[in-house]
Each structure stands twice: as C-alpha cells, then as structure tokens.
C-alpha cells in the first residue's frame, strides 16, 4: 500500500521523461492526474490509518541488499502521516501552480515527480539507509529544478550552494547513521530505537550532534542556514513551495524520528542548547524578515522564524509539545505554499518584488484585490492569530514547551509577535497605500491561478476551526514518545540526586 | 616424472580464457593480413566474441577447486577469475567504442585491436601470476603494449609526447619494482613463488626486516603507478589526455583493475609479516589520492583531463577497500570496480562520441547539448552522478560498500575522508552535467551550434550506441539490482584461500578491528 506512494509517482516521472511525443499539455496532464491519483490514495490511507495505534502501520518489508543490511522497509505513524499527506498535496499544487508556458515541461514534470517520490520514500523508510538513499535522492533533481527554472540572477550560484549544503547535509546523516549501526552491533540498519541502548553517553552525543549539525542544514537552524534565501528565493514560486513546504520538513522529520527517536538519553542533555538555538533561530529569522526590502526574502526569513519553534518543541519533548511539533510542520507547509504561491501571483503581474514599488494592490478595481486579500490571510495565519491553523500549532508549541524551558519559549513568543510586525510591514507596502497610476495596468487574475490558493486558504481555516482532524491523527504517536523521553529525563534526575 | 604426473601438475586448463583470447589475437592479426584493410568490417566482431568466450570460459573456472597450475606460477583462484572476468570485458567494451574512432583517424584497426588484446593478456595473466617472473612478465606485457596504444596516433605530437612520458616513467616503476623483486627473491633465499617466499621469510633465523620494507616499498612503487595513485600519479592527467580516447577507457579500467589484482594478490601473499607497513602505505597513498584527485579536478577545463583526476580519485576509494583488509572489504573493492567498469566506460564513450561529432573535448563545448544530442547527454550525466555517487546509481552502491566496510573495521577518518572528498567531487562532476542541461539554447557553444546531424548508420556508429545503451542500463540499474554482484564479488573473495589464510583477513569482531595498534585509525582518524 504505502509502496504506492512512492513508485507510482517515480513510474511517473519515468513515463512523462521518456515517452515519445508528449505534448507539453498532456505532460502537465499526465502529471497532474497521477498528483492527484496519489492524492486520493494517500486520502484512502488516512481512513485506513488507525489513529490510537502508536507504531508503525501498514509495514512492508522485502529484504533487499543483505550485504549492506539495507532492507526496503517502509511504515507509517503518527509522526509521518501529515507529512506524507503535505507532500501530496503540495506536490499537486506545485504542479498545478506552474505557468503552461514554461520551458522544457517534460522534464520539468518529471523531476516534481522525481522529488516528491524521494519526499514520500524519505518519510516512509524504517531503515537507515533506505532513508539515505531517498534522502540524498532529491539533491539532483532539486539542484535542476533550481538552476534551469530558477529566477535570472543568480540561480547558477543558489543551485550549487544548495547542492553542496545538502550533499554535506547528506554525509554527515550518513557517517552518524554507520556509527549507529556498526558501534551500536546492529545486524543491519533497519530502525531500531534499541540500537543506540548500549553506546555510552559520549557516543551518544557525538552522533547525535552529526544528526543535528545534518538535519540542521535542512532544517535550516540558524548558523546553517544560509543556502535558504538564496535557494529560496531564486527558485521558481513553485519549486519554492517544494522546497520551504516539504523539503525543509524532511530536516525536522528527521530530526525528531532519528535524534530523538534513537538518542533519548543524549536528547535529554543537549534539549537546553537546542531550546536556545530554536528560540534564537526564531528571533534572527524574524529580525532579518524585518529588515528585507523583497517580500520573497520576507517570507523565506519567515520560514527560519517558524523552523525554529519546531525545534524548541522538539527540545522540549513533552507529549504536548511534540504534537505542537508536528502541526508546526504540517501547518508551516501550508502557509508557506499559499504565501509563496501568492507572492509568485503578485510577481508575475505587477513585475516586481520590491516593497519601495508594490502599492495599493488591494485596490478593487486595477489592483489584484482578491490575491492580496488571500495574501493578508496567508499572512495573519503565519502570524499566529486564532481560528486559523498556524494559531493552533503555535499554542500548543508554546504551552507544551512553557514547562520545559520557560525563557526561550518567552523568547519565541515575542517573535511570534515580531512576525506580525514583519507581515504588516509587508501587507502595509504591498496591499494598501494608491496604486501609481503609470505603471498599474496590470493582467487580470484567472480563475485557475487562484485555486491552489483558494484550496489552501480553505484549508487553513478548516484546520484552524477543527484542529481535532489534523490532531488526533498524531496524538497516540507523539504521547508515547513524549512518555519515553520523560522516563529518561527523570531517570536521569534520578540519578544525579 | 612421468607425463600424467607433469601434466597434473601444469594443471594446463585453468589458463583456457588466455587460451581463447590468444587465439582471438592471432586470428585477429591473420586476417587482417589475409584480407587488408577491409577486414576492419570483421576484426573487431572477431575480437568481441573471443572476448566474451573468455568470459564464459572462465565462468567454468569458477567452480575448479584446483586452483593452482604451471607448477605454482599460475593460480585461477575466484579472485583472479573475477579480475581476469573484469578486465576482459572492458577490452570488449572498449574495442566496441573504438572502432568508428580509430577508423576516423586514418590508422589500422586491426593492429590497434592486436596491441589492445596483447595488453588484455597482460592484464589477465597478472590476475593470476603467483609467482615473481610471471608477474613481471605479464606486468611488461600489459605495460609496452600501454605504450603503444598511448602513441598509436602517431602523427599526433600530443600522442607522442604522452606515449614518451608515460614509456620513460613506466619503464623506470617496472625497473624499481624489478628490484623490489630481485630483493624478494635474495631475501627468502632463492624462492619465486609468493607463499614460498613468505613462508621463508617467517622462518629465517636472521631479522629480515629492513630488506623486506625496501621490497615492499620497491614493489608499491610499480603497483602504485599502475592504478595512479598520488604521488605515482604524474603521467596520468598528461597520458590521458594525450592518448586516444579509447585507450584512455582501457587504462583507467582494465590496466587498473590489474593493478589493484595485483596489489592484493602480493601484498596479502608475499607480505603477511609487514601487514601494517603496506597498510600504513596504502592509506597514505589513499589518504593522497583522495585529496589531490578530488581537488585538483575541479579546476580542469578538458573533460579528457576531469576524467584523469577523476580516475586517480576514484583509486583512492577503491584503495579503502584494500586497506580495510577484512573479506567485506576485499569485496567492495571487487564490487566497485565493477560498478566502476560501465560508469567510466560509459563517460569515456561519451566523451568519444561527443569528440567525433565536433573535434573537441574541452567542458565548455559541451554548452547547451541537451537540446542537439539528448541521448549522449543522458548517458553522460547518469554515469557522472554514478562517479559522484549519487542515489539511486550504481556508484552510489559502490561507495556505500566501501564505507561499510571500512566503518566497520574501525577506520573512520577514512570514511569521512572519502565522505568529504565525494561531496567535493559532486561539484565538478555536477559542473559537466549542468553545461549541458543546464545552460538556455541562447549559451550554446559554436560546436553544439555546429553540431551535425545524429546518424547512427555510420560504420563502428552502432558498437558505440550499444556501449552507450549498455553502461547506461547497467550503471542505473546495477545499483538497484545490486544482490548477485554482491553475492558474486563476495563470493570471489571468501573462495579464495589467500585471503583465508591472511592475518588480518576476517576481522569482522569489532574486538580486533578496534585495537589501537590499527594502522588505519592512526593515519586515517
């Protein structure tokens, strides 16, 4: 079953490459129905999945290179449904968003569908190396994605910091997964919490710490992060949903099923510095956001601020806040697609990025009235405010963290309060103000530009007033791992006193 | 001695894949003889399947048990059979990718064929030789027919030159290795064969040791310039980009797969009392490689010269499986140069086609290709990631193998090395591949703006399609599908009774492998 999710997407990319005489209509075509084939799949999933189960569901296993120990393993929790059930929808949406007239389309299709098979196999593995592989599998086909479609600056030079960021990225994830194993007298590298029971403290921490500075770039957490804006900005607006919606939960995916999972003991150690290093990514990312002058760099500056309450969460590691985790992610994916969808939107019919020059969109007759009110929206559910989903996620971040660490969670609530500074800033400049009368003769909205936003939109708000949909999917899973690392944490503090 | 008994004794069957490929030769040669230049519609064909005969042939030879023949100088353990299996079959690519090439430049097909079989021959009995003169008179075929082919394209000073270079350097490692020999054979008191000779140095009353490091550096000179490792390494970039591209395909493939057979058939056999010396050296000269290869890459503008620095890399990689010294890492050695075998084949095909259609092979020519010739460029992106080792390709395997391995004996710094310095190598390997996707129709170079038109039907056009075709399977699938050449490249080492018998083979308890006296973790972490 989950197999599905991964091959027929890959089957797909194969199909749009290779055959003969595809029309760039039917490409797109083609893409799209299979998106939304593994839509409606991965939705049949979901009322298949049994929510107060908290391992790992529909296993398959086909032992493969025995040598290695890699076994092609895959299973689902709590912890990776939403995400699988993002990638989905996001990967519909990217290829739904894309312009019709883009250049080499077919090629263009079939690295989406290349990435988001990677995505899919990536949240799926129970096994290390498998994880690697899908893991190290979506650097070339992102690398082009970036390069040949991204915007005409300096996509030359994105691309290559963002291949090598997350090739090192990769090794590092690599090196710490072999030490995990080998030192840890594993047979092979399917995941295994146990494994890591007999290292001593110290080894522990060292791989742990390879996990964090691998996952961190991903991430990315704020000394690591620097590949982001570029990436993110010289992307297309479709490969920058790809990127900010799906792949950077690929970093804080790993983060919690590997570093937590395996290294509860080491966790509970380095959780105050990782606390401080969330709180601290989320005031730098706010603070930058502030400063910039291009609503794309705003809202990839944005992204580090949200990362980085993920990350306090998960240093905190109660049963609450894990959860909160996990919305974030899901939550995140979502505003950040509509955010840079809609900023592609006011891009590619006002012609510019720039705060100093957007004005008055909002403006009902020749402004983009309904795309910038989608866009206040988009920004206020970044922002925290209830009722929508981001509001949902962010409480239960901070009220799951509060007993944890109770300054830096102080600290991400400020900047939670930043962020609507920052997106004021921006809705201020770009919606309301006069439009400049020689240049405002912009191209109409359509119909089918919007929907993505429209679908988005709707479902910020769905999960926003029912969060209990998205909740309770994870809630067993994320209980139990909270349970275990609070056992951990007090037999430690058992044994200090 | 009787008949039966002399004929037991040269055990003369084990060498019947040699048997073939001479024959393939001289059949070769009398045709072209016979016939004249027109027989170059036949020759190469003539050559391919008395190639593959030998494969099959030996395939027979897995299964003998009694390895050893000609009275010791020959031994057709699993191990030799699958290096003599690899080096065979990239003589048969090679040849496929050669014809139209070599046609073109106005020169002899069939001699060219000859000197390339005697070379193979060379490669092939190296595999097997247990014994010093044998070993040095295959290492001497292998390496004068090398010369030969470097500077077959005579009226070229480019050819000249690299043929001169790498004779004067090649002649003077054989003659350094020819005395590490004749010390071998001093020191054990007069004894050819390899076990004879380590069994007579750990016996002798007086301490050998010195004689026996001088030996073992003599001999890791010739070794070492063989598969190019830094600082044996200067006539590689020059060589290959002098020489004809095929030839270039053959030595980074089959003349190093020799080597590296040879370097683990002497060093495990003849050296087991200095086993932490040859692995201090060996990691060195990886450690070297590693870096050198890697680095200097990356400023390279001629794809011929990218691939040199590319190969001498690539043998550091293979040199952390000899290192490693268990059985997992005698077989990813084995795996990864057969993954090896079709990347690099399948690069220097496309490199070959990509010459005959435009005159170049500068990186910067290759601007814009996708749009003119998808198919080369395919071919040569996914071999190109398969070198960098990019999943879900075959290389990616390959490295994952070596890594394994040597994680597991205990030398990390190796790994991350090897971890680190592929990171680097995606960089330039990613360069080539985004000149030719990447770049907008309007940055197309004048050669691809000139490109002519695609024409399959040109005589040796189709053997190169086929190579192209074929390393493109092999190198996206043979990853994937990887379970019967692990279970063949294992298999090949835990058959064979050299590496049973070794000190340090089958360390798989971490207990040994942790021990501090580990060269590796000295050097390497």
């Not at chain 1, 091959?7 to 194969?14: I, N, T």
């Not at chain 2, 004794?9 to 009398?30: K, S």
């Not at chain 2, 031994?75 to 090679?94: M, Q, W, Y």
């Not at chain 2, 996914?382 to 290389?395: D, E």
């Amino acid at each position: 079953m989950l197999s599905s999710l991964i091959w027929v997407p890959f089957l797909g990319a194969a199909i749009v490459g290779f055959l003969p005489n595809l029309s760039a209509n039917r490409a797109r075509l083609l893409a799209l129905s299979i998106a939304s084939g593994v839509i409606v799949w991965t939705l049949f999933l979901l009322t298949q999945f049994n929510i107060s189960n908290a391992g790992f569901q529909f296993s398959e296993f086909i032992p493969w290179i025995d040598t290695l120990g890699l076994n092609y393993s895959l299973g689902v929790d709590g912890l990776s449904v939403p995400l699988l059930a993002l990638n989905s929808l996001l990967t519909w949406i990217v290829i739904y968003s894309t312009s019709e007239q883009i250049t080499r389309p077919r090629l263009y299709y079939s690295l989406i569908l290349l990435v988001s098979a990677g995505i899919a196999g990536a949240f799926l593995s129970q096994n290390l190396m498998l994880f690697v592989l899908f893991y190290e599998l979506e650097l070339i086909p992102l690398y082009l994605l970036i390069a040949i479609w991204g915007g005409t600056q300096k996509r030359g030079y994105a691309a290559m910091k963002f291949l090598i960021y997350t090739a090192v990225s990769g090794i590092l994830i690599l090196a710490a997964f072999l030490g995990v194993t080998w030192l840890g007298n594993a047979p092979n590298f399917d995941y295994n919490p146990l494994v890591t029971q007999g290292l001593s403290l110290n080894t522990q921490l060292i791989l742990l710490t390879m996990l964090l500075v691998g996952f961190g770039i991903k991430i990315p957490l704020v000394p690591l992060h620097t590949w982001l804006p570029d990436a993110y900005v010289e992307a297309s607006p479709p490969i920058a949903i790809l990127l900010g919606g799906v792949l950077a939960k690929l970093g804080t995916y790993g983060l919690v099923r590997f570093g937590l999972g395996m290294f509860p003991e080491a966790w509970v150690t380095v959780a105050p510095g990782l606390a401080i290093i969330g709180a601290f990514s989320a005031a730098y990312g706010a603070l930058s956001a502030i400063a910039q002058k291009d609503i794309k760099r705003m809202v990839a500056y944005s992204s580090i601020g949200h990362m980085g309450y993920i990350l306090l969460a998960a240093a905190a590691a109660t049963p609450l806040s894990l959860l909160g985790a996990v919305l974030q992610m899901f939550s995140h994916g979502l505003i950040l697609a509509i955010l840079f969808h809609l900023v592609g939107i006011v891009e590619t019919k006002v012609g510019t990025r720039d705060l100093d020059v957007l004005n008055g969109l909002l403006s009902p007759q020749r402004g983009l009235p309904f795309t910038t009110g989608l866009l206040v929206l988009g920004g206020m559910a970044s922002a925290g405010i209830p009722g929508l989903v981001g509001f949902i996620a962010e409480f239960l971040v901070l009220q799951g963290s509060f007993s944890a660490f109770p300054i830096p969670t102080l600290v991400c609530v400020l900047c939670s309060g930043l962020t609507a500074v920052y997106f004021v800033i921006l809705l201020n400049r770009t919606c309301f103000g006069k439009l400049d009368n020689t240049t405002a003769y912009y191209p109409k909205v359509q119909w089918v530009e919007r929907t993505p936003a429209l679908v988005l939109a709707a479902l910020i708000f769905f999960l926003g007033l029912q969060p209990t949909w998205l909740v309770r999917l994870s809630e067993t899973t994320t209980t139990a791992m909270g349970a275990t690392i609070t056992t951990t944490s007090n037999v430690q503090v058992a044994a200090k006193n | 001695m009787s008949f039966a008994e002399l004929a037991a004794q040269l055990n003369a069957g084990t060498i019947l894949p040699e048997g073939i490929v001479i024959v393939t030769l001289l059949a070769v040669l009398v045709v072209d003889l016979i016939v004249g230049r027109t027989s170059s519609r036949v020759t190469p064909y003539i050559a391919i399947a008395g190639l593959l005969s030998a494969i099959v042939a030996l395939y027979y030879q897995w299964d003998n048990t009694n390895t050893v023949s000609f009275l010791g100088g020959f031994n057709s353990d699993a191990l030799s059979v699958v290096f003599r299996g690899i080096i065979a079959l990239s003589c048969a690519v090679t040849i496929l990718m050669s014809i139209r090439y070599i046609e073109q430049s106005g020169t002899s097909l069939a001699e060219f064929i000859g000197i390339m079989i005697s070379a193979t021959l060379g490669g092939m009995f190296l595999s097997g030789a247990n014994e010093l003169v044998m070993i040095f008179v295959s290492l001497e075929t292998l390496s004068i027919s090398s010369y030969l082919m470097t500077g077959y394209m005579k009226r070229d000073p480019r050819s000249n030159e690299a043929a001169l270079k790498y004779l004067l350097i090649g002649a003077s490692s054989s003659a350094i290795f020819l005395y590490g020999l004749s010390l071998l054979y001093g020191l054990s008191g007069g004894e050819t064969e390899l076990s004879a000779i380590a069994t007579a140095m750990a016996n002798a009353s007086t301490d050998l040791s010195f004689g026996l490091v001088i030996a073992l550096v003599f001999a890791i000179a010739g070794i070492a310039f063989k598969i190019s490792a830094v600082p044996f390494h200067q006539w590689t970039p020059d060589v290959y980009e002098g020489s004809p591209t095929p030839v270039v395909a053959f030595l980074s493939v089959g003349s190093k797969a020799a080597g590296f057979a040879l370097a683990i058939r002497l060093m495990v056999t003849a050296f087991p009392l200095i086993t932490e010396q040859w692995h201090f050296v060996f990691t060195a000269l990886a450690v070297l490689s590693m870096v050198l290869g890697n680095v200097v890459a990356l400023t390279q503008t001629s794809m011929k010269r990218l691939l040199a620095y590319s190969s001498i890399a690539q043998a550091g990689f293979v040199m952390i499986g000899l290192i490693t010294g268990t059985e997992a890492g005698y077989s990813s050695m084995v795996f990864y140069l057969l993954v090896y075998l079709f990347m690099n084949l399948g690069g220097f095909a496309c490199v070959i086609l990509f010459s005959l259609r435009t005159g170049t092979d500068q990186i910067s020519e290759y601007s814009g290709l996708y749009q003119k010739d998808p198919l080369l460029t395919l071919v040569l992106s996914i071999c190109l990631l398969s070198l960098g080792g990019i999943p879900p390709l075959a290389g990616f395997f390959g490295k994952i193998y070596l890594f394994w391995a040597a994680w597991k004996s205990g030398a990390y710094g190796l790994v991350l090395l090897g971890l680190v310095t592929s990171v680097v190598s995606i960089y330039y390997y990613i360069r080539v591949v985004r000149m030719m996707v990447v770049k907008e129709p309007q940055e197309m170079s004048e050669s691809v703006k000139n490109y002519p038109e695609i024409r399959w039907n040109l005589p040796g056009m189709r053997p190169l399609q086929v190579t192209l075709v074929l390393s493109l399977i092999v190198t996206s699938v043979a990853g994937i599908l990887s379970n019967p050449l692990f279970t063949l490249a294992n298999s090949s080492v835990t058959r064979t009774t050299m590496l049973q018998g070794a000190p340090v083979v089958s360390t798989q308890t971490p207990a040994i492998s942790h021990q501090p006296s580990t060269v590796n973790i000295q050097v390497g972490g």
